[in-house]
């Protein structure tokens, strides 16, 4: 059986570099903050189960108004602070 193809919307792996010395911990905090902010996560998440094409229509629609109305919000914080 031949291994399944990639996926269409396939994201980059994450890698950080570790020092010597480095503790372990910091490490891993600082993979954990790359694996979040790559949008692994979220990806992992939205294909746990099927998503109909309604379905991701909505939630993308959604997620478009939310990032909208967060630069709003930020740009405001931001002519205010001048």
Known sequence: MPPPPPAPTSLP?????????????????????EVNKSGHLMDLRHRRYFEN???????????????KRMERLNKRRMSNRT
């Open 13 to 33: 792996s994450v890698k950080i570099s570790v020092s010597d010395g480095e503790p372990v911990e910091s490490a891993l905090r600082r993979f954990k903050r």
């Open 53 to 67: 094409s309604q379905e991701e229509k909505k939630r993308k629609l959604v997620q478009a108004r939310n990032r």
